[in-house]
């Protein structure tokens, strides 16, 4: 069983970057898509981007995409999230998840992934 976490989240100004990391303390990411969701106070936990488990395919939500690049390093056995040019809006708690996924794509679905991490704050200030 995995267990995923999230580390790099803070505080940043408007325009600003990060780089969020997933790993697992347990087992390997290797077979595994990974999806990145965030959650802001007082809305619904959204999907912003996946990979494939081979690394080859990613998607992103349209709010992220030209900003937020996700990246795989199955021999770190880790998922990177760089976040350039942040906004206000992109402030929230954001979350890697896992699916054994056999299909060499990624799909942003809650409901799909079978582990998840606790989360990292990310707050930009304007």
């Known amino acids: 069983q995995l267990q995923l976490a999230e580390s790099g989240g803070g505080l940043v100004q408007s325009g600003g970057s990060l780089r969020l990391s997933c790993t697992t303390s347990?087992?390997?990411?290797?077979?595994?898509?990974i999806g990145w969701f965030r959650q802001a106070p007082g809305k619904e936990r959204e999907g912003v981007s996946c990979?494939?488990?081979?690394?080859?395919?990613?998607n992103y939500a349209d709010s992220v995409k030209g900003r937020f690049t996700v990246s795989k390093d199955n021999a770190k056995n880790t998922v990177y999230l760089q976040m350039n040019n942040l906004k206000p809006e992109d402030t929230a708690v954001y979350y890697c998840?896992?699916?054994?996924?056999?299909?060499?794509?990624?799909?942003?679905?809650?409901?799909?992934?079978?582990?998840w991490g606790k989360g990292t704050l990310v707050t930009v200030s304007s």
């Open positions: 990979i494939s488990w081979s690394g080859g395919t990613s």
């Open positions: 347990r087992g390997t990411l290797n077979p595994y898509a």
């Open positions: 998840a896992a699916e054994l996924r056999v299909l060499r794509d990624c799909v942003m679905s809650q409901k799909n992934m079978h582990y």
